[in-house]
């Protein structure tokens, strides 16, 4: 039973290890969601150590304590705020000097903190020799050397944090500014104690520093002091460039005088993972080498993923048979059969394709190669009028708009933001593979991978040439710089990765059992109620499933858009309930087309001549480019604050995708493909 129970921050820069250590520290026992009044991942996980309960927040990736993005407002304001009993910043062994930078400020704070140095054995076999009891001694901070790929160094690790937790307040190390600056210091600190509400919350030191550092976010906390127009008389009397400058001098400079004394750096020679770099990062190949990883994903998710479909098909059959037979009333049985049991084994079925390419992309993320594809990207990013930043969020689109779409926030410039944002729902999310597997499967048969991998293709080049066009257009101006840093290669563990695939592969769970199965019943209801001036019984064999229901009725409205590409009036019902979330589109096909009354697979109905290899293509690109789903559109109403820029979106690729869709039907039946 345990007896205490502390909360530690996980605190580092990008790409140190961060997640992979959490997941070392808590496996299983974590959930994510966002912070409060913003959208940025928030991660908690649990563990019991030493008759301890450990709550473990895994806090986003920042440089410094000087908040620029709103990742970094959220890293800093949980360490000075909300003050957790220990911050162990993970620090990479291989960068030690970078790395440090961040840890000068945490020292300022005051915070219990313990070094996790990552990593360590990459940096001793490229020579690096890392004295950790030195380094103890003058941060005056405990050093635990660990791996976190593969689990090493975990419990030495908590063992520093529950004797750091058990201790009383600490000190704080101070980094001298120099005389000029210091003066400045302590004048804002004689006017900072006179503020209660600040001077409770915050350290003065750490506060005056920071409003010297030029942190915007500290700037617009001391507008609503009593003590405002007294700091602001102190802030004018100096550059703050010059000073913000002078002051990350001092801090590398408080640095390299510890490194020479705590590690001694080898001569370096050229490591295999430069020679991997020089051609995957090469200017010529880079970019075919990153498509040819893409379309080898998908080929593996789909030809891995067939056995595992036809096992669920299998099931879902048995269950549809199951309820056929021992429920008596005709509208329940049809309820359960053709509603809920089709609508939601259709989208099921899907499920090993979706785990299959969160797990490949996992493992090209895990192993640091989705940094490299960044990289290679960014110069045409630049040219097309994305800012560099903006490729992360659109790789991460690939998973689901919603999440790609709030990513956006470490994009600076409010303009490349919002042309970010805008082409985000072209990036083909995991939810519309269900429709792509379906209908490739059907009617492109071996090929059906690579149609699969042209459709995110063509996602992707509708996203650039939206972006240019929006960039000459309605937001002009050339994007900011961006500059990254390539983190070392890694070998993804099983682990890590299965916990990443599951993170986003549950989301597809989830949705099956609310959101696609209320969609489903919605669709089954409508389509078992006549439509008005129809003499037939609710749910009976007349109306379920025909023109004659509700939904028939809704779908002949409707099937006049449509008709010009190729689809009936079933398809039409599908889209428009695609809206809901995307899945839907298969599960109300499935219902539509009565699959659980049939021994058919929907695919083979489709494929017997409800539509034609042309219409299925069609339909797919419709799928890809439409209006994305009502929570995509929430969150682009939420992020932009515009119901300008949401309705454009929606009405921007809506329209694409019917034209598109209407160029490919109708060209290819004119030139006879398909036919």
């Not at 009333?329 to 809920?340: A, E, H, K, P």
């Not at 969609?519 to 037939?536: K, N, R």
């Not at 858009?561 to 599960?587: H, M, N, S, T, Y």
């Amino acid at each position: 039973m345990t007896q205490n129970k502390i909360t530690i921050a996980l605190a580092g820069n990008p790409n140190v290890g961060k997640s992979t250590l959490f997941n070392a520290i808590t496996g299983a026992h974590q959930h994510v969601g966002n912070w409060a009044g913003v959208t940025v991942e928030k991660k908690i996980g649990t563990r019991t150590y030493h008759d301890t309960e450990i709550e473990v927040v895994d806090l986003p990736g920042t440089y410094s304590l000087t908040a620029y993005s709103v990742d970094e407002i959220v890293a800093r304001d949980y360490v000075v705020e909300d003050k957790p009993d220990v911050v162990v910043q993970i620090v990479d062994a291989t960068n030690l000097e970078r790395n440090l930078y961040l840890t000068t400020q945490l020292m300022e704070l005051g915070s219990r903190l313990v070094i996790a140095l990552n990593m360590w054995d990459v940096a001793e076999s490229r020579g690096d020799k890392i004295d950790t009891t030195k380094m103890e001694e003058f941060l005056e901070i405990p050093v635990v050397k660990t791996i976190g790929n593969k689990g090493e160094g975990i419990d030495g690790l908590l063992d520093e944090v529950l004797r750091e937790a058990g201790k009383g307040a600490h000190h704080e190390h101070e980094v001298s500014y120099g005389n000029e600056i210091e003066s400045k210091i302590i004048e804002l600190e004689r006017i900072l104690v006179n503020d209660d509400a600040l001077s409770a919350r915050y350290p003065l030191r750490w506060l005056a520093i920071k409003l010297l550092d030029g942190d915007e976010n500290i700037l617009e906390k001391i507008k609503v002091s009593p003590m405002a127009t007294q700091i602001d008389n102190v802030l004018n009397t100096i550059d703050r460039e010059d000073c913000e400058a002078s002051m990350a001098d001092k801090r590398y400079e408080a640095i390299n005088t510890v490194l020479p004394q705590v590690c001694e750096r080898c001569v370096k020679e050229v490591t295999f993972s430069d020679m991997i770099d020089h051609v995957v990062t090469n200017k010529y190949l880079g970019i075919p080498i990153f498509l040819s990883m893409m379309w080898a994903a998908f080929e593996v998710t789909f030809t891995f993923a067939t056995p595992f479909m036809g096992m669920i098909d299998m099931f879902f059959g048995w269950l549809a048979g199951v309820v056929a037979e021992n429920i008596t009333t005709i509208w329940l049985g049809s309820l359960l059969g053709d509603g809920i049991v089709a609508g939601v084994g259709a989208v099921m079925i899907f499920l090993p394709n979706i785990m299959l390419l969160f797990l490949m992309l996992s493992l090209l993320e895990d192993c640091g190669y989705m940094a490299r594809a960044a990289f290679i990207m960014d110069k045409l990013m630049y040219k097309i009028g994305l800012h560099g930043r903006s490729f992360i969020p659109l790789l991460m689109g690939f998973g689901c708009n919603v999440p790609a779409i709030m990513a956006t926030r470490t994009i600076e410039d409010e303009r490349d933001r919002l042309i970010t944002i805008l082409v985000n729902p072209f990036i083909s999310c995991g939810a519309r593979l269900p429709v792509y597997i379906l209908l490739a499967g059907a009617f492109f048969g071996r090929d059906a991978g690579s149609v699969i991998f042209g459709l995110y293709m063509l996602g992707i080049i509708v996203a650039i040439l939206s972006a240019k066009l929006i960039r000459g257009t309605l937001i002009k101006g050339k994007p900011a710089p961006f500059i990254m840093e390539l983190p070392p290669y890694r070998i993804p563990t099983v682990k890590g990765s299965a916990i990443h695939m599951w993170e986003k592969g549950s989301l597809y769970v989830k949705k099956a059992g609310t959101i696609i199965l209320a969609g489903v019943i919605l669709v089954w209801l409508f389509s078992a109620i006549p439509s008005p001036g129809v003499d037939a019984a609710f749910a009976s064999e007349e109306i379920l499933g025909t023109g004659d229901s509700l939904m028939g009725a809704l779908g002949h409205v409707i099937e006049p858009l449509v008709a010009p590409l190729g689809f009936d009036w079933r398809i039409a019902v599908a889209l428009v309930f695609g809206f809901v979330a995307k899945e839907i589109v298969i599960g109300s096909m499935g219902v539509l087309y009565g699959v659980g009354k049939d021994e058919d697979a929907l695919g083979d109905i489709l494929v017997a001549g409800a539509m034609t290899p042309l219409s299925a293509l069609g339909l797919m690109v419709f799928t890809l480019l439409y209006v994305p789903c009502i929570a995509t559109i929430g969150v682009i109403k939420k992020e932009t604050g515009s119901w300008k820029w949401t309705l454009f979106a929606a009405g921007y690729t809506t329209g694409l995708a019917w034209i598109a869709a209407f160029l490919i039907y109708q060209v290819g039946t004119y030139v006879g493909w398909g036919l």
